[in-house]
Nanobody
Framework: QVQLVESGGGLVQAGGSLRLSCAAL????????MGWYRQAPGKQREMVAL???????NYADSVKGRFIISRDNAKNTVYLQMNSLSPEDTAVYYC??????????????WGQGTQVTVSS
């Protein structure tokens, strides 16, 4: 059984920083994409940042230059360093891990979500 364990959320003032971590535990193989999505109240879940096993990264325009995604493949862990936070970043942040099965199928795994609240 696979479990994604998230940590690092919390309350921070605008302009501050937080670092999220997500460790994939259990029998998970061929991890490809790892990253973070977020969902604010009344809004759809959106991609924040993703990183592939090949090292490429993709960021939402709203976080470019402020957030940095990284991963430790040996630990099956992905991190999100969030700097210059603003109240607009307030959301539940969800860890995502994609495990490749064969050539054309990726099995998605999701964390339980961690709340990030930025006060003005």
């Amino acid at each position: 059984q696979v479990q994604l364990v998230e940590s690092g959320g919390g309350l921070v003032q605008a302009g501050g920083s937080l670092r999220l971590s997500c460790a994939a535990l259990g029998a998970i193989f061929s991890i490809d994409t790892m990253g973070w999505y977020r969902q604010a109240p009344g809004k759809q879940r959106e991609m924040v940042a993703l990183t592939t096993s090949g090292g490429s990264t993709n960021y939402a325009d709203s976080v470019k230059g402020r957030f940095i995604i990284s991963r430790d493949n040996a630990k099956n862990t992905v991190y999100l360093q969030m700097n210059s936070l603003s109240p607009e970043d307030t959301a539940v942040y969800y860890c995502y891990v994609g495990s490749k099965i064969g050539l054309a199928f990726t099995k998605p795994y999701w964390g339980q979500g961690t709340q990030v609240t930025v006060s003005s």
